[in-house]
Structures are given as C-alpha cells and as structure tokens.
C-alpha cells in the first residue's frame, strides 16, 4: 500500500502541479488586470476599482454579446443534439456493416477539421457571387441569399457550421451507442406492432438517456467555442447580430482598441458564469445518473 | 434490427435512403468542393455555373508552399504542437494511470478539476497570458505558446486516458503483482502496452486539439511564432486581391494533419464505446 | 554624372554596382515587412534578386487585408514591434509617430531615390507634426464614375450636385436588368463605411471636434446619415457589409451606373482583364457638396526593430528602393495606375499614352475638392472604428434610431478623451 502511495504521489504530482499553475497564474492574473486600466500602446497603468464592471453593465454591446452568447449557445447544443439523434438513427436503420462503418467514418472528417477551414469552407460557399449553395438559389429567385449579411440569418448561417462539425460527429457516437443496446426491448416492442419512430421514442432514446444528456453537456462546454468561426465568417456582423462574447472581448483588447484590462473584466466575468454554471450541471448530471 | 426493415422495400425506405445520400452529401460535399477549387485557376472558379470538369493545376499550392509566411508557419505549428503533445503524454499518461486507480473522493475531486479545464474559456486565458509575457518578454515565442498549448493538452491526455487504464483488467494486474512486480513494472510492463492503442488515440486527439486551436495563438503571437491556422486565416481573410484557388489550397494545406489521422480516431471511438 | 546617365542601360549598371558598394555594409538581416496586398508589393517580391544585389539582403512581406493591417499592425508595433517596415496610411500615422513606433523617414531615404519628386500633396499625407515618416505607395482624392452608355442611353449628363445625382441614381436603377443605381461601402472600419460616410459629413460642414470637445453630434452628421442610408436603397448585394473590394467589383463587373470612389479604380476600371466596362466609363469630380477623401498609404520605418542608425538606414534603403522611380515605371507598365505617386512618371510619355486626357483632367480637377475628413489624431482609429460599427448596424437595420446612434458615438468620444 505504502509503495502504491509513493507511485501515486510521482504520477500524479508533477502533472496536477503543471496545471494548477498554468490554469491558476492566468486566472490570478486576469482577476488582477480587470482592476487595472491596462491599454497597449498606452503608458502608465494604476488601479481603478470596479470601473471597468461598472462601464461593462451600461455598455450596450456587451449585454449585446451576452443575448448572442446565449442564442448561440441555444441554437448550437439543440441544432447539434437533433442532428445527432435523426442521423445516428437513420445510420442505425438503412446501413449494416461494412457500409456502416465507412460512412461512419466519412462523417467524422467534419469534426476533424480546423474551425479555420471549416468556417473558410462554408463561407466560400455562401458567398453571393460566387456561392456553389447560391447558384441554384440564383437560377430560381434571380437573387442570391447574402447568407453571411442579412440580420436574420447571419447567426444561423454560422451555427450550421458547428451543427456540421459537431452534430454528425454525435451522430457517430450515438450510432456505437445504439450498437451496445441489448437488441429484447427493441422485438418486443415489434411484436407490439410498434412503429419506428415510437420504437426509438419510447425505447431506445430513454435507455441512452444518460450518455445522451453526456454528450449535450460536453456540445454545451465545446459550444463556447465559437470564435474561430465568427472571426472567419462574419466577424461579429452584420452590425453586432453575430458578435458572441469572447468576439467582443477580442475586439476591444486587439482591434478596435487595446484595452486589455477592459477586455479581462468580460473575461472574468464569462469565466465566473462558466465555471458556476458548468460546476452545478455537472454535479447535478453526476447524481442523476448515478441515483 | 435495421437489416430485418431494410427487407420490405417501401416508400418509407425509400425516403430513408434518399434522406441518408443527403446526409452524406452534406457531410463531404463541402471538403470535396473545397479540394477540387483549390486544383482550379481563377477562371474555373469564378464561372456563373459551378464548374466540376476543368484542367486542374498545382500553381495554387506551389504558391502557398512558396510564401515564406506559410514555411515559417509550418516550423512553428510543427515544433509547439510536437513539443506540447509530448509533454502532454509525458506528465499526462502516468496522471491518468494514478487516477484510474483512485476510487477515493479526493480521486473524484481530481478528475473534476482536470475536466473543469476545459470550462475556462479561451479568451479568459489568452488575456491575461498575453499580459504576462509581455512582462517576460516570452511574448511572441514558440516557448510561451507551447507553454499555454500544454495546459491543452495535459488534461485532455488526463482525461481520455482515464477509462482506457480502467479497461485494462485487473486480474492481469494483480497476476503481475502476485508475480513480484512493483507497482512501476506493472505500470510500464503490463498496464501501459495493454492499454496502449486507446493511449495513442487519447494523444492524437490532443494533437488535433492543439493543431486546430486559433484563438489562443492569435492573442499570443503576432510575427515570429504565428501557427499554420493563424497564416491560414489571413490568407482566407485578404480579400478579393488574391486568387480564390490559393485561399483553398492554403485551407486545404492546413487540413491535411488531422485527417492524416482519421483511421486512427475512428479506431479510437469504436474502442471508446464498446462494451 | 550619375543623375544624368541613369537612363542609359550603362549608367543603370554602373548605380547599381556603386551603390552595391555603398551599401553592402548597411544591411546585415533580411527585413520583415508588414503591408496589406497591393500590385506594387507583388511586383517587388518578384524583384527580390534586384534588392539583395544593392543591399546584400533580402526580405519578406506579410501581408494582410486593409481592416487587420490596421488593427494587427497596431497590435504588434504597442507590444513586440519586430517588423523593419510598416504599411501606415493617413489614419494611423498619427497613432504611430505619436507613439514612437516609427522613425522620422527623410534622414535615412536615399538621396539618389529623389524624395522630392513625389506628389506634394501625397508627402503631406504622410506628414505628421513637421516630419516626413512615410514614403507614398499610393494615394489621392476621389472621382465620380460614370457609366457613358447608360447615361447617354437614359439621356442623362452627368450629375455636378448631389441632388442631380440622387435624381440620376433613381433614375438609372433596374435590378431586375442588373442595374444598380450606385454603390456604397457599407462594411465597418474607419477606412471603410465611414470613409465614404465621411464626405458627405465634410460636404455638408460638420465637424469633428471643437478642441477637445466632440462636435460631430450636428444636424450635418444627421443629414450624411440619412443621406447614405437613402442612396444605400440602390447599392447591390454584398455591399451592405462589403467595403473597396465589393463595391469596385460590383462596379467593374458592370452592375452598377455610378459610383463615388477613390481615384485608383480608374486604373482597375480601364484594365480589360479585371474589368467588363474597359472603355466606357467616365470620370469626373465628385458632385458638390461632397468633399474628395483625400488619402495616402506608404511605407515606414519600424523603430524597435532597427535600434540604431545602420538598421534604420538599411530600411530606408528598402523603402527608397521600393518607392523609386524605375518601380513607378514597372507599376505604370503592369497598369497598377492606383500606385503611382511621382511627379516624373505623371509627365512622361508612357502616362500621357496609356491613359486618356479624361482621367488626366479629372485627376487634376478633383485635386481641388480633395479634404482631409477625417479627425488627424491618434485617437482616430479608435473612433472611426466604433462609428463603422455603429453606422453598419443603420445600413443592415438592426438599429433604426439616427440621433441616438450619434448620441452613442458622442459618448464613447467623451471617454476616449478622458481615458487619454
């Protein structure tokens, strides 16, 4: 017993340690910074309280990017989870073996891709001009969808992206998942003349409840990041429609101007939220599936 | 199951197939479109009708291999992810043996802190960091980036190699042990080799994490230590002046390492979720 | 002596190896350039060979879009500063010289590139507090462009007022035909929306600051407001969050009767390969009121990447080099006509034979409505950019409110000077 201590006390030291600096430092850090009035470019840098929460909650934009941090959220977590559930089972239904498992295989390139790519790939595609989804769209209106600059879909346009990423991905997934189900359940509810769709809605769905509600929290903790595809797509816009928190933050601290202790009070703030909010699903998660 | 409806062929299975090409078609289309665009000139891409047939070319990604941007972006992705992925591995494998085996509370504690990692967001890391290595003079460098990379990949390699230490059965280890092992030899002789190909997928997927990851080094480099994506997304970015098919044969250039990997982590989540 | 055989290919060979002897010492490593894409700059990368011979070392551009130029360079000359050359235009100059991020130019431009012969009006852009800090690479004021077939098809004359040419506008729009009346930049940046924006702003008198106080909040900023938001009704598709690269391709692809636009779109314009209405296009100054946005993009020298006197002397070189008269004449051959700034190369025979009397004439005319719009002040960006977004958020609707967008932008400017 003594010596697995000792190994565990090697194995596990050194590594929680690595973390807990490289997460605490950056934490401490930006919790200092958001009390400052720190600018790049700028000389001189004293403390200033809480001016810069206070400036935040009458700023505009901010509650702006809240309400679109939430849309997005919203959107992506539900978009990807159906997405998931409807592949996965028509997968399940129409396919068997080798099949299977090449398509399988193809629908997780997505995922693999960089958010880079991915969002370059489907911006091109929208593109008015000379946009490969606009060209049918131009031959029956005459007019393209500007996809990427319309207020009303700016948002949806980009969360297709991440339902492409991320929704065929959890469609693999669920797939093996319905795979390990035990296959009793499924004959007798056909011998009970059940129909397909009932048959997942009261059979399968309920018994992959719990790595389903998994998977919608791990889409809920990836969903937050949004940036790389907002950045390459829209940049915030039209207007500010598309532009999310971390967007915003970005924005003040490098583009529009350097304040860097501005940008770490939203910084601080969205890690507070996430931190709680994740820390109470997660628990709460943790005793359902376990009770 | 699914074999026995597939039998009656009626207009649900018809709709079913229908449905399931459209499935596939969304889920490729994009990347083949992209790849065939980044073989095209300006002219075969700037067509009023999509154009599928054309005289492909090279010249694309000649240029972007040409750009010293592109090289110098290349080296630096190449060096951070290797050198983040390895220290990853290095700290992170024996972390999740040790974890595997701790059934206590404080293992439970543990593991939640490692997963709440993840929670932070980006932008809530890069800032501060940012700060600091301006102070250190680390800004701007691929030691600072690799840094940064490592707090990635460390707890994803934790956390993917956690149940893949606890599906090595644990007769084989206590037969080790009844053998005199100790618990090093049982960790690098038995448990290490018997979980190691679920370990590979756990480091490859962290090598994609990183390889992928934008945000962090766009706050955190500006000229010497940039990333493949971050050269990638100026290229997409620079607008009209540059030819189309360059900008996605430089997507294209970027996407090649992760999905170099694709047998791998298909390997990966069938083992994941098999019972 | 060399001045005056230089045209000979013989007195070129022999410059060239004197001022390889001159200045193979000055530079020892290769130099980074930060730029954004222009024919010019492509043109040097396929003359490295040329530079390394009078210098001994070669160098390396990267380049990114206009808006990130801006917003990247300033990101990276107030923290690491690691570029030898910057691309600065008439907005940041301010911001950088302010900041010591670049260097005083003329003591280290070489005296055989002839500083003296380009533009006056383009050295002044490049001006900050009685100091040259760039050499131009482009610049100028704005012209009207006008398509001659519809406007004489319509049997309309091209419009002198703004008034005339809202009538022209309405008048020559068709969608339906692929017609639209006029094109406006619409995307953010204070070099996009808010650079056109601005000329109505100026035409219509409004001012920027009075001192240190804001002054923009004004009937005339109102009135440019409500008068970009009515003529962007008839601007094509792309353009609500477009800016130049949209609305000159909308133009030139031939969608679009007229246009308000900086003057290096007539050298896109009349270029057959990038242009469907080569030949059919006239220019002329901008109606009255509107004021040209007179501009002016150069290169600069780094300060923190070239610490002493050498390094700065070999960026200068680059830049001299780079903005020479045997460069404007390549420029002026490839008809890159956006990046001509000499006064040699405007009075030669290969201008006056490529270009036709009509841009000539107009160049000159609209040299005499050409106004600096903008508010010279470091602080500019930083504004501009803020009325880009709150401007884009009027022209795609997702706010409606003039006087209260203005009443933001004030505040924001109220800020902005008591942070300084």
């Known amino acids: 017993m003594k010596a697995k201590s000792h190994i565990n006390k090697v194995f596990l030291g050194p590594p929680l340690l690595v973390l807990a600096i490289l997460a605490l430092v950056p934490t401490i850090a930006a919790i200092v910074i958001s009390f400052q009035n720190k600018e790049l470019g700028r000389r001189g840098t004293s403390f200033v309280g809480f001016d810069n929460y206070i400036s935040l909650f009458s700023d505009r934009r901010f509650s702006n990017a809240m309400k679109v941090s939430l849309q997005w959220e919203a ?90 990423q991320w929704g065929l991905f959890f469609a693999v997934i669920l797939l093996k998942l319905l795979e390990t189900l035990p296959k009793e359940p499924f004959e007798a509810a056909r011998i009970d003349k059940a129909r397909t769709w009932e048959i997942y809605a009261y059979v399968a769905i309920p018994m992959l409840a719990a790595p389903l509600i998994s998977l919608t929290f791990v889409k809920m903790v990836e969903s937050l990041r949004s940036f790389d595809l907002i950045y390459v797509m829209t940049r915030g816009g039209p207007g500010i429609v598309t532009e999310t928190l971390d967007m915003y933050a970005f924005s003040q601290g490098f583009v529009e101007s350097g304040r860097i202790s501005y940008a770490s009070a939203m910084a601080v703030l969205m890690l507070l939220t996430t931190i709680i909010t994740f820390t109470v699903i997660f628990k709460w998660v943790r005793k359902w599936q376990n009770a | 199951m699914g074999a026995q409806m597939a039998k009656r062929i009626t207009l649900g299975t018809i709709a079913a197939r229908l449905a399931l090409v459209c499935v596939v078609i969304f889920a490729v289309f994009p990347v083949i479109w992209t790849l065939l665009n980044s073989f095209k000139e300006v002219v075969d891409i700037v067509t009023p009708t999509p154009k599928l047939f054309f005289s492909p070319t090279l010249e694309n990604f000649q240029y972007v291999f ?33 974890l595997a085996h701790m059934k206590s509370r404080m293992g439970e504690e543990i593991k939640f802190f490692v997963l709440s990692l993840r929670f932070l967001p980006p932008v809530a890391v890069a800032i501060p960091l940012m700060s600091i290595y301006l102070d250190l003079g680390l800004y701007d460098t ?78 955190l480099t500006t000229s010497e230590a940039k990333t493949l994506p971050i050269v990638a997304s100026e290229f997409t970015l620079l607008g009209r002046n540059v030819p189309w098919g360059i900008l996605n044969a430089s997507v294209i250039v970027l996407s090649i390492p992760p999905l170099i990997f694709l047998g791998v982590l298909s390997g990966f989540l069938n083992r994941m979720f098999k019972k | 002596m060399l001045k005056t055989s230089i045209t000979t290919v013989g007195g070129l060979l022999m410059a060239t190896s004197l001022t390889t002897a001159a200045y193979a010492q000055v530079c020892t490593e290769d130099l980074k350039i930060l730029a954004q894409p222009r024919g010019s700059l492509t043109l040097l990368e396929d003359r490295v060979a040329e530079f390394e011979e009078i210098s001994g070392v070669s160098f390396k551009i990267d380049f990114l879009n206009e808006n990130d130029r801006r917003a990247k360079s300033r990101a990276e000359a107030s923290t690491t500063g690691r570029y030898n050359v910057y691309y600065i235009d008439e907005a940041n100059i301010a911001l950088f010289a302010e900041n010591e991020w670049i260097v005083p130019l003329r003591e280290h431009f070489p005296d055989e590139y002839n500083f003296e012969d380009f533009d006056p009006s383009r050295i002044t852009v490049g001006s900050y507090d009685g100091n040259v800090y760039f050499a131009p690479i482009q610049g100028g004021g704005d012209f009207l462009y006008y398509r001659k077939d519809l406007l004489e098809a319509a049997g309309i004359t091209p419009p002198t007022t703004l008034e005339e040419l809202k009538v022209a506008i309405a008048a020559l729009h068709d969608p339906a035909n692929n017609v639209y009346g006029f094109a406006l930049r619409g995307g953010r940046g204070s070099g996009a929306n808010v650079w056109r924006w601005m000329t109505y702003f100026r035409g219509f008198g409004g001012e920027w600051f009075d001192g240190d106080t804001p002054a923009f909040n004004s009937e005339a900023a109102i009135k440019a407001t409500e008068t970009y938001l009515e003529l962007f009704e008839y601007s094509p598709p792309g353009t609500s969050t477009g800016s130049w690269t949209e609305v000159t391709e909308a133009f ?169």
């Open chain 1, 75 to 164: 959107i992506t977590v539900i978009g990807t989870m159906v997405v998931a559930v409807l592949v996965a089972i028509l997968l399940f239904e129409t396919t068997r073996g080798r099949t299977r498992a090449i398509l399988s295989t193809l629908l997780i390139i997505p995922v693999l891709l960089p958010r880079v790519t991915a969002a370059f790939v489907w911006k091109f595609m929208f593109n008015p001009l000379l946009g490969v989804i606009n060209y049918p769209i131009k031959e029956l209106t005459g007019k393209p969808i500007e996809f990427l600059s319309n207020i009303e879909t700016a948002l949806l346009s980009v969360a297709v992206v991440d339902i492409w």
């Open chain 2, 66 to 98: 040409e750009r010293p941007s592109v090289r110098l972006g290349l080296t630096n992705s190449g060096i951070v992810v290797f050198s983040s992925v390895v220290i990853g591995a290095l700290f992170g494998i024996p972390a999740a043996y040790a």
């Open chain 2, 142 to 219: 691929r030691l600072s980036l690799t840094l940064t990379y490592v707090l990635l990949t460390l707890s994803t390699i934790i956390w993917l190699s956690i149940p893949a230490f606890e599906r090595v059965p644990t007769n084989i280890e206590e037969a080790a042990r009844l053998d005199g092992y100790g618990p090093y030899a049982v960790f690098f002789l038995v448990a290490l080799p018997v979980a190691g190909p679920s370990l590979f997928g756990a480091i490859i997927f962290s090598f994609i994490l990183v390889w992928n990851e934008f945000l962090i080094a766009l706050m």
């Open chain 3, 252 to 420: 030139n692809s031939g969608q679009v009767a007229l246009i308000v636009e900086s003057s290096p779109l007539a050298g896109l314009t009349e270029d057959p390969t990038s242009s469907a209405v080569a030949g059919m296009v006239g220019y002329t100054v901008p109606p009255s009121p509107l004021t040209g946005g007179g501009y002016g993009h150069g290169l600069a020298i780094g300060a923190r990447a070239n610490p002493d006197e050498a390094s700065r002397d070999c960026a200068g070189l680059f830049i001299g080099w780079a903005t020479s008269q045997d460069q404007e004449m390549q420029r002026l051959e490839q008809g890159i006509f956006g990046d001509l700034n000499r006064q040699s190369v405007f009075a030669s025979d290969e201008f006056s034979a490529k270009y036709s009397d009509n841009i000539a004439t107009a160049l000159e005319e609209t040299a005499d409505v050409t106004a600096v719009n903008f508010w010279p002040n470091a602080d500019w960006p930083d504004l501009g950019d803020r009325w880009g977004i709150i401007l884009e958020e009027l022209i795609v609707g997702s706010r409606t409110d003039i006087p209260a967008a203005l009443d933001e932008l004030e505040e924001y400017a109220n800020d902005l000077i008591a942070r300084r």
